[in-house]
């Protein structure tokens, strides 16, 4: 059994942070929450300057108290996707530096990490200097308990029971030759993670369908980052609904 259905997402990309080039606010609930800035392409220390490519940092914030193993951990899948994700060869020598805030306690299982994922991709967009080779979109998958098996479900609610789950990260673009869902563009599995809860043990099986559901609502959150970049870009009449468009369809 499993379900694709998201709760109410929340976006913001108009934070109006200070020294920044791009901020954005992901929300797959009130209790899941995440900003993120980015600035750069800036100049790198002369340690960190990569002479083909920019350098990506990744720094992430804890709701409260200093960043811990868990931040370390989120801030090396964030980096891995960005530099996946991003043209780097267009900025040698540069540094392009994300700063990645938790804006709520974490909850159990990938929401947390899948939103700051999210928040990542819509700064970056909406910081205008980075090339991108897509957007990037991301869901938690939960391994809910349902009697005496498990179902699979997107962005599971908080008090569900969970015997494990996972994130997938997936990068849409119609340059891609990928699977469609619904009105998004192609799109590849650029990042994932998936474990069972110690003592238990999923097969081949059951990742390939947590695989698929997370897809189709990756393809929704695709959908929900260009209504609301479309909408907030009228809102400030700094860009056409078709530069929006074009936009999103990296």
Known sequence: MSSAALGSIDISCEEGLDGVDGSARFSFRPSCSALASVSGPIAARLAAEHPARATVEVHVRPLSSVPGTAEKSRGMALREIVERSCLL????????????????????????????????????????????????CAVPVGRVKNGSGVSLEVDSADDA??????????????????????????????????????????????????????????????????????????????????????????
């Open 89 to 136: 060869a267009q900025h040698p020598r540069t540094l392009i530096q994300l700063v990645v805030q938790a804006l709520t306690s974490p909850t159990p299982g990938y929401a947390l990490l899948a939103a700051e994922i999210n928040a990542c991709t819509l700064a970056l967009i909406n910081s205008g200097s980075i090339s991108m080779r897509g957007v990037v």
């Open 161 to 250: 029971v969970l015997e494990g789950g996972g994130c997938f990260a997936f990068l849409f673009g119609f340059a891609l030759s990928g699977p469609i869902k619904g009105n998004a563009p192609p799109c590849e599995d650029i990042w994932s993670t998936y474990s069972a809860r110690p003592g238990m043990s999923f097969d081949e099986a059951e990742f390939m369908r947590a695989k698929e559901v997370a897809q189709e609502g990756a393809a929704e959150v695709w959908q929900s980052m260009k209504n609301s970049i479309r909408h907030q870009k009228m809102i400030g009449e700094t860009q056409s609904p078709e530069e929006v468009h074009v936009k999103m369809e990296i």
